[in-house]
């Protein structure tokens, strides 16, 4: 049974807690796995210890993952077959890293961060198939060819896909954005993204992460990898989900505001 210590000296137990967030660790859930962190802290447990706690659970997941050991811990045979030995050394070097460092909370919320964002690479385009070659052979024709009258092409014709930028480069995007300003980049991935002919519009969940992608040199970085991806200039807007509702204000998204401290005092790289 796994117990972390207070700081009024009393013992909690938070075996349930632990392996919830290695769950959520497993699934790339961000969002559990910092209400988690986060009520661990409010309930007095250390950070320090947390890290402990996780990093010898998923070292039973390694060694049942390597096959090393057999377990018959339900936790651990679940977690040993959702994830490679290699993704569960990465989560163990990480969690390591927590106890060196002067602010062990935080440390923790970013690395979970980290570690629940999956990387993005770019969908490979299908290699273009050879135009079939007829077979038949060519038939000469006596009569005269008489040039068919011109007509106009229609809107639809004109108008053809390439007007609206394809979603499916968006991940290429970031890839470019992650080169100059990783922390941005993971941000990016967080929220949803509309295509309009002439416009790209994030739609992120609170009014201060649209204007974190507002910011003269943030959107600056996203509009220069959206032109050398897409290869014109395409204009960049951010507009909150809730944006134009009524309703009583509400305190801000603690969870939210804890995603953004991590990745600005930590990442040092997204510009406020």
Same mark, same amino acid.
């Given at each position: 049974?796994?117990?972390?210590?207070?700081?009024?000296?009393?013992?909690?137990?938070?075996?349930?807690?632990?392996? *919830?967030?290695?769950?959520?660790?497993?699934?790339?859930?961000?969002?559990?796995?910092?209400?988690?962190s986060?009520?661990?802290?409010?309930?007095?447990?250390?950070?320090?210890?947390? *890290?402990?706690?996780?990093?010898?659970?998923?070292?039973?997941?390694?060694? &049942?993952?390597?096959?090393?050991?057999?377990?018959?811990?339900?936790?651990?045979?679940?977690?040993?077959?959702?994830?490679?030995?290699?993704?569960?050394? &990465?989560?163990?070097?990480?969690?390591?890293?927590?106890?060196?460092?002067?602010?062990?909370?935080?440390?923790?919320?970013?690395?979970?961060?980290?570690?629940?964002i999956?990387?993005?690479?770019?969908?490979?385009? !299908?290699?273009? +198939?050879?135009?079939?070659?007829?077979?038949?052979?060519?038939?000469?024709?006596?009569? +005269?060819? %008489?040039?068919?009258?011109? %007509? !106009?092409?229609?809107?639809?014709?004109?108008?053809?896909p390439?007007?609206?930028?394809?979603?499916?480069?968006?991940?290429?995007?970031?890839?470019?954005?992650?080169?100059?300003?990783?922390?941005?980049?993971?941000?990016?991935?967080?929220? !949803?993204?509309?295509?309009?002919?002439?416009?790209?519009?994030?739609?992120?969940r609170?009014?201060?992460?649209?204007?974190?992608?507002?910011?003269?040199?943030?959107? &600056?970085?996203?509009? *220069?990898?959206v032109t050398?991806?897409?290869?014109? =200039?395409?204009?960049?807007?951010?507009?909150?989900?809730?944006?134009?509702?009524?309703? +009583?204000?509400?305190?801000?998204d603690k969870?939210?505001?804890?995603? =953004?401290?991590?990745?600005?005092?930590?990442?040092?790289?997204?510009?406020?």
């Amino acid at each position: 049974m796994l117990r972390l210590s207070s700081p009024n000296g009393g013992n909690e137990d938070a075996a349930e807690e632990i392996a *919830a967030l290695s769950e959520a660790i497993a699934t790339s859930n961000t969002t559990t796995a910092l209400e988690i962190s986060t009520r661990l802290d409010n309930n007095g447990a250390q950070a320090g210890m947390v *890290a402990t706690q996780l990093a010898a659970l998923w070292r039973q997941v390694l060694l &049942t993952a390597s096959n090393v050991t057999k377990t018959t811990d339900p936790l651990v045979t679940r977690l040993a077959s959702q994830v490679s030995p290699s993704q569960v050394t &990465t989560v163990i070097e990480a969690l390591l890293e927590i106890g060196r460092s002067p602010w062990p909370q935080l440390a923790l919320e970013t690395t979970l961060v980290r570690l629940t964002i999956p990387s993005t690479t770019p969908p490979t385009p !299908p290699a273009p +198939k050879p135009a079939a070659q007829s077979k038949q052979p060519a038939v000469k024709s006596t009569a +005269k060819a %008489t040039p068919a009258p011109a %007509t !106009p092409a229609s809107t639809s014709e004109t108008e053809t896909p390439a007007d609206t930028p394809q979603s499916q480069l968006w991940p290429k995007v970031l890839i470019h954005i992650k080169s100059q300003n990783n922390s941005l980049a993971a941000l990016l991935q967080m929220y !949803p993204v509309d295509f309009g002919p002439d416009e790209i519009t994030i739609k992120p969940r609170f009014n201060f992460h649209r204007d974190l992608f507002m910011k003269s040199a943030n959107r &600056t970085t996203i509009e *220069a990898a959206v032109t050398k991806v897409y290869g014109r =200039s395409i204009k960049i807007s951010a507009r909150t989900e809730q944006a134009g509702r009524t309703s +009583k204000r509400k305190q801000p998204d603690k969870t939210a505001e804890l995603v =953004s401290s991590a990745l600005e005092i930590l990442g040092g790289e997204i510009i406020e």
